[in-house]
Every structure is written in C-alpha cells, then in structure tokens.
C-alpha cells in the first residue's frame, strides 16, 4: 500500500445515523376523493371517499392506533406498519376524521404523545 493511499483511508470520516423516535404522531392526513389509480395501486376497492394517513414514532404504537381508529369510526385498516409507523385507513370523510381524532386523542391523553394537526387534500 503506497502512502498516499494510506493517508487517504486514515482520513475518512464514519457517519453513523440514528434514530432516537420521540412519542408524536408527526403526519396525520386526509385525502379526499383519491383518485382511483391510487385505490388500484394500494390493492383496495374504490368504495371510499377518503383516505386517512398516520406516521407514529415510536412505530409500534401504530397497532394502537389502528385498533382505536377501526373501533371509532366506520373504516377500514388498510395498512400497518410497526417497523415506520405508518397507519392508512379508508372510508367517509367523516368516518376517517372521527377515526384520526380518536387515534391522535388516546395517543395524546393516555401515552402523552405529541399530537399534528389534522390536515386534508
């Protein structure tokens, strides 16, 4: 190994990342009336009117959220993901606000979450 080479390597710098997940729900959002690609592209029939997106920190606590917003409002779980958070819920506009309020509220009061405004497209 020449110097120059050796002096090179020496020189690098190790980035490590890391996450350290706070207890929030950081989005939580409705999209009304989606298009049907998107409805074709999840695998869901197009039977809603509303989609309605969570992401939780830490990602476990998205089991939590589903089963309180399953059980507030007439929706289906679509999707859960406890690895990244993600929670996607399908039904009537009304019925996926009722089901992201209740979610974010249980979140809020009873672990003591950071809770996001509720926001629609």
């Known amino acids: 190994m020449s110097e120059n080479t050796f002096d090179h390597a020496e020189n690098l710098e190790r980035v490590i990342q ?34 309605g997106l969570l992401t939780i920190t830490p990602g476990e606590a998205a089991a939590i959220a589903s089963d309180v917003s399953g059980k507030a409002g007439n929706v289906d779980v679509v999707f859960i993901d406890r690895f990244s958070g993600s929670v996607l819920l399908a039904g009537q506009v009304d019925d996926v606000r009722a089901a992201i309020e209740a979610a974010e509220d249980t979140l809020s009061k009873i672990l003591d979450f950071t809770i996001t405004t509720i926001t629609q497209s």
Do not use: C, N, R, Y
């Open 18 to 51: 890391e996450s350290v997940p706070g207890k929030q729900v950081t989005l939580a959002h409705i999209i009304l009336h989606p298009d049907k690609e998107i409805f074709d592209k999840l695998g869901i029939e197009d039977t809603s009117t509303a989609l």
